[in-house]
């Protein structure tokens, strides 16, 4: 999908917001809290953020992320959202004096996001993550929401491209149509911690992590302690020989 987008106002500093959302759902957009749309939806979810309402992050906005929900997840808007997103990047969209594009690219469970925002005809990356699970059938929609703030949000076009992919016997078998959405993660999005990069970095120590530091430790100072007691020996010896 290739979205043709202009954010744009005379807000200055945070006197504007709140941003787009792009979405790929169960149900046709039903006014709501996300981003002029509802919560606790069925399918994925890109916001183009603009306002930081959380006043403790590290973000720099405007900030893209990105969200896939079976129903049971609710956006915390106090934290942007940050609780329950996969991945995100820094992109500067906003108020630039030509046009801003948005490439989404789904493929055998690798959803990629990709922005062209310097008027160069370039896309770079800004999202890239497997194990990414969504059904068929679902159907595609663009909202928007200011909040107390004000900002124009446009789409100017939104272009749906089919990719030809080869499929496994196995994955022939399957009925897309209905599998929940879902996303296989090697850690919860909940131990993300913001980096001023738009990346993440790991978050704080849990008990077993903790653990196993000190694990390490001990064997550590245990090797350094006979590694010490055997130079030590050796060295005694040679000047028993020497007397």
Wanted: proline fraction near 4%; aromatic fraction near 12%; hydrophobic fraction near 35%.
């Amino acid at each position: 999908m290739h979205v043709h987008f202009k954010v744009h106002g005379t807000g200055k500093k945070n006197l504007h917001g709140d941003g787009i959302a792009l979405w790929y759902t169960r149900d046709r957009l039903v006014p709501g809290p996300v981003f002029g749309s509802k919560d606790n939806f069925h399918g994925l979810a890109i916001f183009l953020d603009t306002y930081p309402n959380d006043e403790t992050t590290e973000r720099v906005f405007p900030y893209i992320s990105v969200m896939v929900n079976n129903g049971s997840l609710s956006y915390d808007h106090s934290k942007d959202g940050r609780w329950t997103e996969l991945a995100g990047c820094t992109a500067d969209f906003r108020n630039r004096d030509h046009d801003t594009f948005l490439a989404v690219r789904y493929s055998r469970g690798r959803l990629t996001v990709m922005t062209d925002l310097e008027d160069k005809n370039e896309w770079k990356n800004c999202i890239d993550i497997t194990g990414v699970r969504l059904p068929t059938g679902y159907y595609f929609g663009a909202s928007a929401g200011t909040g107390d703030l004000s900002d124009n949000h446009d789409i100017i076009s939104m272009k749906l491209f089919q990719l030809m992919v080869e499929h496994t016997p196995d994955e022939e078998s399957i009925d897309w149509t209905k599998i929940e959405p879902s996303v296989n993660f090697l850690k919860s999005p909940k131990d993300n911690v913001d980096d001023p990069t738009g990346n993440f970095r790991s978050g704080p120590l849990t008990g077993w992590r903790v653990f196993l530091l000190l694990l390490c430790a001990l064997l550590g100072i245990v090797v350094c302690a006979v590694v010490g007691a055997v130079v030590f020996q050796k060295r005694q010896e040679r000047n028993k020989r020497f007397y």
